[in-house]
């Protein structure tokens, strides 16, 4: 029995468990030229072809269908992503460079990564499907860091009835902090 009374001190000895609070940010975005300055592609890390303004909204699901409802109108920020395409073919799995910054009602989010094709062929020859990964390197204070996730479609040759726009996912994380 006298085992037990030293692994109780010794058990709250140990440091607690820390817990990450988790902030996911979920919208759509549409390319809108009028919606930024594109010279703020200057900044990205590497030689930049491709410059898309967006308008970003709230993406809203049926609750019914889990379907995406259109957007309302209202605007809730706005982005800039740049983007080195070194494959004009846009064949399944090649890469592109890809470096965006969020405007949201909390702050800038910046982030840097690769986008990968997916489709070149769907619904029809020269509507781009794509998927992007890319991690933050700038964000709101309250964050110690986080990621940016996106489905997406691009139309380089501007076909009658495709958007070039994406559902993004941001997932930020607070500092730790002790479980209690």
């Not at 800039?80 to 846009?90: K, P, Y």
């Not at 690769?114 to 998927?131: E, I, K, L, Y």
């Not at 958007?163 to 997932?171: A, E, V």
Request: glycine fraction near 8%; charged fraction near 20%; include cysteine.
């Amino acid at each position: 029995m006298r085992w037990v009374q030293c692994l109780v001190p010794m058990v709250l000895a140990l440091p607690a468990p820390m817990l990450a609070g988790e902030v996911v940010y979920q919208f759509r975005s549409r390319e809108d030229p009028q919606a930024v300055d594109v010279k703020g592609c200057d900044s990205a890390p590497f030689p930049v072809n491709v410059r898309l303004p967006a308008s970003l909204y709230v993406a809203r699901t049926d609750a019914d269908t889990v379907r995406l409802a259109h957007e309302g109108p209202a605007r809730v920020g706005t982005a800039l992503a740049c983007v080195r395409i070194e494959d004009r073919t846009f064949a399944e799995g090649s890469q592109a460079e890809f470096y965006v910054r969020f405007e949201l009602p909390e702050g800038l989010f910046t982030a840097l990564g690769r986008c990968t094709m997916v489709s070149n062929t769907v619904p029809r020859p020269g509507v781009v499907f794509a998927h992007c990964a890319l991690r933050l390197t700038e964000f709101p204070a309250a964050y110690v860091g986080g990621f940016a996730t996106s489905a997406s479609l691009f139309n380089p040759q501007g076909l009658t009835g495709f958007d070039t726009g994406s559902l993004w996912t941001l997932r930020v994380f607070e500092p730790l902090r002790p479980e209690k």
